[in-house]
């Protein structure tokens, strides 16, 4: 019994990790846990995440859209500058599929970032929050959406902003 609750409190995390994205990163290595060391991909990152981990954006232009849809999960996605870390969809059709930045369904943190496409686009959005299993909490705090049609989507549950 003693040797089963060991092994449970050793691979339970006690503690969150702040990763690191810096576009174009000709070097990135897991687990992303510097600048030097920062992924080239935001997904990348999302996905190795546990819940309470920060993932910190350097200045560039990110063009992939971001899902974590994980349930009892709380993840922050914070731009070192507002001006300079931006989500951009520009490059994705403007009709016939809906494009989300960011498309979650647990508690997050977005703050100094920017989304922007391209003018009169019906199917892009900056964050995207639906169909979570439970109550959650977003928080997005000191962001620009640019020329999005659809700039914030919070399905079944509430929503708090700073």
């Known amino acids: 019994m003693f040797s089963a609750i060991l092994i449970f409190l050793l691979n339970v995390p006690g503690y969150s990790t702040i990763r690191y994205v810096k576009a174009g990163n000709s070097t990135p290595t897991y687990p992303y846990t510097s600048w030097a060391t920062a ?45 300079s870390c931006i989500f951009d969809l520009s490059s994705y059709p403007p009709e016939g599929g809906s494009f989300k930045s960011i498309r979650t369904s647990h508690n997050i943190v977005v703050k100094n970032l920017s989304f922007t496409t391209t003018i009169q686009i019906n199917d892009h959005w900056g964050v995207f929050v639906g169909h979570p299993s439970n109550t959650i ?6 962001c620009n959406f640019k020329t999005l049609m659809k700039v914030f989507w919070i399905h079944y549950n509430r929503r708090n902003f700073e």
Do not use: A, H, P, W
């Not at 995440?49 to 232009?61: A, E, K, L, R």
């Not at 349930?71 to 070192?80: K, M, Q, Y």
């Not at 909490?137 to 000191?142: D, F, G, K, S, Y």
């Open 137 to 142: 909490n977003t928080n997005i705090v000191e």
């Open 39 to 83: 992924s080239d991909s935001i997904q990348k990152v999302v996905d190795i995440c546990i819940s309470g981990d920060t993932i910190m954006i350097g200045s560039g232009v990110y063009t992939e859209c971001v899902k974590s849809e994980r349930v009892n999960f709380s993840l922050s996605i914070i731009g070192t500058d507002v001006d």
